[in-house]
């Protein structure tokens, strides 16, 4: 059963991409905008690492590296614990 709203949804019947993508939008994307800041993925490889790139007013921001690992990354492995790493992608 999904987590978030009780719809019967389980996360086995998601692929690891859209696990990904589901966490990425309801849980850290929200969080980043609350701050004007914003996440893009930018890709998933055959490894199950996950590339993001920060966005808006976290791009440069003096605590980004903490918001990738303390923030991201834990959540992202927290929520999908398939994922191996996330790597941040710099423009």
Do not use: W, Y
């Not at 999904?2 to 859209?18: A, L, R």
């Not at 055959?46 to 903490?66: F, T």
């Amino acid at each position: 059963m999904c987590d978030k709203c009780g719809c019967g949804q389980s996360n086995t019947e998601q692929t690891f991409e859209q696990k990904v993508r589901d966490v990425i939008d309801s849980i850290i994307r929200p969080a980043l905008q609350g701050h004007r800041g914003d996440v893009e993925l930018v890709e998933i490889d055959d490894n199950k690492n996950v590339s993001v790139r920060l966005q808006g007013a976290c791009c440069g921001c003096p605590g980004a590296a903490m918001t990738m690992r303390a923030g991201i990354e834990r959540i992202l492995k927290e929520k999908v614990p398939e994922v191996n790493e996330v790597i941040a992608v710099e423009d």
